[in-house]
Protein backbone atom coordinates (compact mmCIF):
# COMPACT_ATOMS: atom_id res chain seq x y z
CA UNK A 1 0.00 0.00 0.00
CA UNK A 2 1.55 3.05 -1.27
CA UNK A 3 0.79 6.60 1.00
CA UNK A 4 0.29 9.77 -1.16
CA UNK A 5 1.27 13.16 0.41
CA UNK A 6 0.22 16.63 -0.65
CA UNK A 7 3.28 18.57 -1.75
CA UNK A 8 2.41 21.22 1.23
CA UNK A 9 2.04 18.39 3.87
CA UNK A 10 5.70 17.24 3.00
CA UNK A 11 7.00 20.64 3.06
CA UNK A 12 5.46 20.63 6.44
CA UNK A 13 7.33 17.34 7.59
CA UNK A 14 10.86 18.09 6.29
CA UNK A 15 10.62 21.81 7.92
CA UNK A 16 9.80 19.85 11.43
CA UNK A 17 12.46 17.06 10.93
CA UNK A 18 14.69 20.18 10.47
CA UNK A 19 13.63 22.27 13.14
CA UNK A 20 13.96 19.66 15.62
CA UNK A 21 16.75 20.07 18.16
CA UNK A 22 19.15 17.20 17.38
CA UNK A 23 19.96 15.01 20.33
CA UNK A 24 22.93 16.31 22.78
CA UNK A 25 26.01 14.56 23.20
CA UNK A 26 27.13 12.95 25.84
CA UNK A 27 30.50 13.34 27.23
CA UNK A 28 32.11 11.25 30.14
CA UNK A 29 33.80 13.55 33.17
CA UNK A 30 36.49 11.66 35.11
CA UNK A 31 35.80 12.51 39.01
CA UNK A 32 36.08 11.10 42.61
CA UNK A 33 33.35 9.53 44.96
CA UNK A 34 32.55 11.72 47.71
CA UNK A 35 35.02 14.46 48.85
CA UNK A 36 35.54 18.12 47.21
CA UNK A 37 36.44 16.58 43.78
CA UNK A 38 33.29 14.53 43.56
CA UNK A 39 31.05 17.43 44.47
CA UNK A 40 32.74 19.63 42.12
CA UNK A 41 32.40 16.64 39.43
CA UNK A 42 28.93 16.35 40.20
CA UNK A 43 27.89 20.19 40.32
CA UNK A 44 29.17 20.32 37.11
CA UNK A 45 27.62 17.76 35.67
CA UNK A 46 24.51 18.81 36.72
CA UNK A 47 24.43 21.88 35.73
CA UNK A 48 26.27 21.87 32.39
CA UNK A 49 23.56 18.89 31.74
CA UNK A 50 20.63 21.26 32.38
CA UNK A 51 21.75 23.71 29.79
CA UNK A 52 20.78 20.89 27.38
CA UNK A 53 23.53 20.96 24.76
CA UNK A 54 25.94 18.80 26.26
CA UNK A 55 25.02 15.77 28.77
CA UNK A 56 27.88 15.20 31.34
CA UNK A 57 28.15 12.08 32.76
CA UNK A 58 30.92 11.69 35.82
CA UNK A 59 32.88 8.56 35.67
CA UNK A 60 34.04 7.86 39.20
CA UNK A 61 37.65 6.66 40.31
CA UNK A 62 39.21 6.29 43.24
CA UNK A 63 41.58 9.17 42.84
CA UNK A 64 42.48 11.56 39.97
CA UNK A 65 45.86 9.76 39.14
CA UNK A 66 43.50 6.94 37.56
CA UNK A 67 41.80 9.04 35.19
CA UNK A 68 44.11 11.90 34.24
CA UNK A 69 45.62 9.12 32.00
CA UNK A 70 42.30 8.67 30.31
CA UNK A 71 41.65 11.75 29.54
CA UNK A 72 45.26 12.10 28.01
CA UNK A 73 44.04 8.90 26.00
CA UNK A 74 40.74 9.90 24.80
CA UNK A 75 38.96 7.75 26.87
CA UNK A 76 37.40 10.29 28.69
CA UNK A 77 36.50 13.30 27.25
CA UNK A 78 36.90 15.67 30.53
CA UNK A 79 38.15 15.70 34.07
CA UNK A 80 38.87 17.65 36.62
CA UNK A 81 41.62 17.99 39.06
CA UNK A 82 43.74 20.69 41.23
CA UNK A 83 46.45 23.08 39.11
CA UNK A 84 49.49 20.60 41.15
CA UNK A 85 47.90 17.38 40.05
CA UNK A 86 47.76 19.24 36.80
CA UNK A 87 51.14 20.31 36.70
CA UNK A 88 52.19 17.37 37.69
CA UNK A 89 50.38 15.04 35.36
CA UNK A 90 51.69 17.63 32.40
CA UNK A 91 55.62 17.59 33.35
CA UNK A 92 55.13 13.63 33.97
CA UNK A 93 56.66 14.14 37.37
CA UNK A 94 55.68 14.20 41.43
CA UNK A 95 52.37 12.47 41.44
CA UNK A 96 52.77 11.72 37.64
CA UNK A 97 54.82 8.71 36.42
CA UNK A 98 54.59 9.35 32.95
CA UNK A 99 53.65 12.81 31.12
CA UNK A 100 50.16 13.25 29.95
CA UNK A 101 50.69 15.96 27.34
CA UNK A 102 47.25 15.72 25.38
CA UNK A 103 45.54 17.51 28.44
CA UNK A 104 44.17 21.12 27.63
CA UNK A 105 42.33 23.34 29.93
CA UNK A 106 38.92 23.97 29.61
CA UNK A 107 38.08 26.11 32.36
CA UNK A 108 39.87 27.46 35.48
CA UNK A 109 36.61 27.01 37.95
CA UNK A 110 38.04 28.54 41.37
CA UNK A 111 40.38 29.05 44.00
CA UNK A 112 40.20 25.60 46.03
CA UNK A 113 40.66 26.53 49.87
CA UNK A 114 41.91 23.86 52.27
CA UNK A 115 43.93 23.01 54.88
CA UNK A 116 44.29 20.10 58.06
CA UNK A 117 41.76 19.99 60.71
CA UNK A 118 41.59 18.38 64.04
CA UNK A 119 39.05 18.00 66.72
CA UNK A 120 39.55 20.85 69.02
CA UNK A 121 39.72 18.76 72.08
CA UNK A 122 43.71 17.84 70.21
CA UNK A 123 44.50 21.06 71.25
CA UNK A 124 46.63 21.32 68.13
CA UNK A 125 47.63 24.83 67.64
CA UNK A 126 50.40 25.14 64.92
CA UNK A 127 51.87 22.19 62.86
CA UNK A 128 54.68 21.86 65.06
CA UNK A 129 51.98 20.52 67.59
CA UNK A 130 51.29 17.62 65.48
CA UNK A 131 54.68 15.91 66.93
CA UNK A 132 53.58 12.56 68.07
CA UNK A 133 50.18 12.62 66.79
CA UNK A 134 48.57 10.07 64.65
CA UNK A 135 48.65 11.14 60.64
CA UNK A 136 47.67 9.35 57.74
CA UNK A 137 49.93 8.05 55.36
CA UNK A 138 48.83 7.80 51.96
CA UNK A 139 50.58 5.88 49.41
CA UNK A 140 53.94 7.43 48.06
CA UNK A 141 53.18 10.39 45.18
CA UNK A 142 49.55 10.80 46.07
CA UNK A 143 47.75 13.87 46.52
CA UNK A 144 47.24 13.04 49.86
CA UNK A 145 51.21 11.92 50.75
CA UNK A 146 51.90 15.52 49.33
CA UNK A 147 49.53 17.01 51.78
CA UNK A 148 50.73 16.05 54.47
CA UNK A 149 54.02 16.19 53.76
CA UNK A 150 53.64 19.73 53.01
CA UNK A 151 51.91 20.42 56.32
CA UNK A 152 54.52 18.17 58.47
CA UNK A 153 57.30 20.79 56.50
CA UNK A 154 55.86 23.63 57.68
CA UNK A 155 55.96 22.64 61.52
CA UNK A 156 59.47 21.40 60.77
CA UNK A 157 58.36 18.27 61.00
CA UNK A 158 58.83 14.50 58.77
CA UNK A 159 57.17 11.70 58.89
CA UNK A 160 60.12 10.63 61.50
CA UNK A 161 58.09 12.74 64.07
CA UNK A 162 54.60 11.11 63.99
CA UNK A 163 52.97 7.87 63.82
CA UNK A 164 51.86 7.22 60.66
CA UNK A 165 48.34 5.24 59.75
CA UNK A 166 48.49 3.64 56.31
CA UNK A 167 45.25 5.45 54.51
CA UNK A 168 44.13 4.35 50.68
CA UNK A 169 42.37 7.52 49.82
CA UNK A 170 40.35 10.33 50.98
CA UNK A 171 37.15 8.54 52.16
CA UNK A 172 38.97 6.27 54.32
CA UNK A 173 41.09 9.06 55.49
CA UNK A 174 37.71 10.91 56.54
CA UNK A 175 36.35 7.51 58.39
CA UNK A 176 39.83 6.76 60.23
CA UNK A 177 39.75 9.98 62.00
CA UNK A 178 35.93 9.56 62.74
CA UNK A 179 36.73 5.99 64.17
CA UNK A 180 40.31 7.78 66.42
CA UNK A 181 42.46 5.75 64.37
CA UNK A 182 43.96 8.87 63.19
CA UNK A 183 44.32 12.99 65.63
CA UNK A 184 44.33 15.51 61.71
CA UNK A 185 42.46 15.20 58.26
CA UNK A 186 43.04 17.20 54.86
CA UNK A 187 39.73 18.97 54.49
CA UNK A 188 38.30 21.63 51.75
CA UNK A 189 36.65 24.66 53.34
CA UNK A 190 32.31 24.52 52.88
CA UNK A 191 33.20 21.11 51.60
CA UNK A 192 30.41 18.12 52.88
CA UNK A 193 32.94 16.09 54.68
CA UNK A 194 34.01 19.20 57.24
CA UNK A 195 30.05 18.79 58.16
CA UNK A 196 30.50 15.38 58.35
CA UNK A 197 33.64 15.44 60.95
CA UNK A 198 32.28 18.36 62.94
CA UNK A 199 28.89 16.08 63.54
CA UNK A 200 30.87 13.05 64.71
CA UNK A 201 33.72 14.53 66.36
CA UNK A 202 32.34 17.81 67.75
CA UNK A 203 33.91 21.07 67.37
CA UNK A 204 36.96 21.03 64.70
CA UNK A 205 39.55 23.85 63.66
CA UNK A 206 41.68 24.65 60.79
CA UNK A 207 45.11 24.68 61.83
CA UNK A 208 47.04 27.92 60.69
CA UNK A 209 50.09 28.13 58.33
CA UNK A 210 52.36 30.28 59.24
CA UNK A 211 52.68 33.40 56.96
CA UNK A 212 56.60 32.43 56.17
CA UNK A 213 55.56 29.00 54.90
CA UNK A 214 54.83 29.94 51.92
CA UNK A 215 57.92 28.91 50.27
CA UNK A 216 57.77 25.12 51.63
CA UNK A 217 53.93 24.80 50.11
CA UNK A 218 55.10 26.45 47.15
CA UNK A 219 57.66 24.25 46.83
CA UNK A 220 55.93 21.24 47.39
CA UNK A 221 52.92 22.24 45.23
CA UNK A 222 53.55 23.89 42.05
CA UNK A 223 50.93 26.88 41.75
CA UNK A 224 50.13 26.99 45.53
CA UNK A 225 49.67 29.87 48.07
CA UNK A 226 48.40 31.07 50.89
CA UNK A 227 44.94 32.61 52.24
CA UNK A 228 43.74 34.44 55.15
CA UNK A 229 40.33 33.33 56.54
CA UNK A 230 37.87 35.10 58.55
CA UNK A 231 36.08 33.00 61.33
CA UNK A 232 32.62 31.95 60.43
CA UNK A 233 29.98 30.87 62.42
CA UNK A 234 28.02 28.79 59.31
CA UNK A 235 31.08 26.79 57.74
CA UNK A 236 33.08 24.11 60.05
CA UNK A 237 36.52 24.21 61.08
CA UNK A 238 36.72 28.25 61.48
CA UNK A 239 35.59 29.22 65.02
CA UNK A 240 38.85 31.42 65.05
CA UNK A 241 40.28 32.98 61.61
CA UNK A 242 43.11 31.00 60.01
CA UNK A 243 45.35 30.87 57.25
CA UNK A 244 44.87 27.85 54.84
CA UNK A 245 46.81 26.86 51.17
CA UNK A 246 44.88 27.61 48.23
CA UNK A 247 45.58 26.30 44.68
CA UNK A 248 43.23 26.74 41.84
CA UNK A 249 40.97 24.19 40.65
CA UNK A 250 40.45 22.94 36.61
CA UNK A 251 38.30 21.18 34.09
CA UNK A 252 40.64 19.78 31.39
CA UNK A 253 39.81 17.53 28.38
CA UNK A 254 41.99 15.47 25.92
CA UNK A 255 43.28 18.13 23.09
CA UNK A 256 40.85 16.52 20.50
CA UNK A 257 37.99 16.86 21.84
CA UNK A 258 35.68 18.39 19.45
CA UNK A 259 35.43 22.37 19.16
CA UNK A 260 31.48 22.41 19.25
CA UNK A 261 31.41 20.18 22.51
CA UNK A 262 34.04 22.19 24.39
CA UNK A 263 32.56 25.84 23.16
CA UNK A 264 29.18 24.14 24.49
CA UNK A 265 30.90 23.28 27.59
CA UNK A 266 32.31 26.76 28.19
CA UNK A 267 29.21 28.38 27.54
CA UNK A 268 27.60 26.56 29.78
CA UNK A 269 30.09 27.52 32.91
CA UNK A 270 30.18 30.69 31.72
CA UNK A 271 26.39 31.49 31.96
CA UNK A 272 25.70 29.34 35.20
CA UNK A 273 27.03 31.47 37.75
CA UNK A 274 23.82 31.71 40.46
CA UNK A 275 23.59 27.96 39.43
CA UNK A 276 26.98 26.97 40.17
CA UNK A 277 27.14 28.95 43.46
CA UNK A 278 23.89 27.47 44.75
CA UNK A 279 25.40 24.14 44.64
CA UNK A 280 27.36 24.45 47.54
CA UNK A 281 30.25 27.13 49.23
CA UNK A 282 32.69 25.47 47.60
CA UNK A 283 31.63 27.39 44.53
CA UNK A 284 31.55 30.72 46.67
CA UNK A 285 34.29 32.70 44.13
CA UNK A 286 33.16 31.37 41.38
CA UNK A 287 33.96 33.99 38.65
CA UNK A 288 33.29 33.62 34.89
CA UNK A 289 35.28 36.36 34.38
CA UNK A 290 37.81 34.47 35.61
CA UNK A 291 37.24 30.98 33.39
CA UNK A 292 39.89 32.00 30.80
CA UNK A 293 42.99 33.75 33.10
CA UNK A 294 46.34 33.00 32.27
CA UNK A 295 47.76 30.37 34.29
CA UNK A 296 51.14 29.02 32.44
CA UNK A 297 49.07 26.19 30.75
CA UNK A 298 47.85 25.66 27.48
CA UNK A 299 44.03 25.65 26.84
CA UNK A 300 41.85 24.07 24.35
CA UNK A 301 41.64 26.51 21.25
CA UNK A 302 38.08 26.16 21.31
CA UNK A 303 37.93 27.08 24.96
CA UNK A 304 40.14 29.78 24.60
CA UNK A 305 38.73 31.32 21.91
CA UNK A 306 35.20 31.62 23.30
CA UNK A 307 36.91 33.12 26.14
CA UNK A 308 38.02 35.26 24.33
CA UNK A 309 35.11 36.73 22.26
CA UNK A 310 33.37 37.15 26.14
CA UNK A 311 36.51 39.15 28.24
CA UNK A 312 36.83 36.02 30.21
CA UNK A 313 40.47 36.04 29.43
Known sequence: MKLHFKSGAVA??????????????????????????????????????????????????????QYMPLVNAGRLEFGIANYPQTWYALD??????????????????FPFQAGIVAAESQEIGAFSDIAGKKVPRFPDGSLGDYIIRMA????GLTYADVSEVPIANFPRMYDAIKQGQTDISIATIGSQPT?????????????????D?????AEVLPGTYLRDIEASEDLPGLDAATRVFAYDYLLFAHKDVPDD??????????????????TSPLWAEYDPGQL???????????????????GAN
Open 261 to 278: IVTAVARAMFESEEAFKA
Open 213 to 217: SAEVI
Open 292 to 310: GKDIGLEYHPAAASYYASV
Open 92 to 109: GSGMSDQPNPDLRIVATL
Open 12 to 65: VIVALALAAPAAAQTVALGTTQGGATGQIGTAIANVVSSVGEVQVRPQVSANTS
Open 152 to 155: LAAG
Open 195 to 211: YDLEAALGDIQFIPFAE
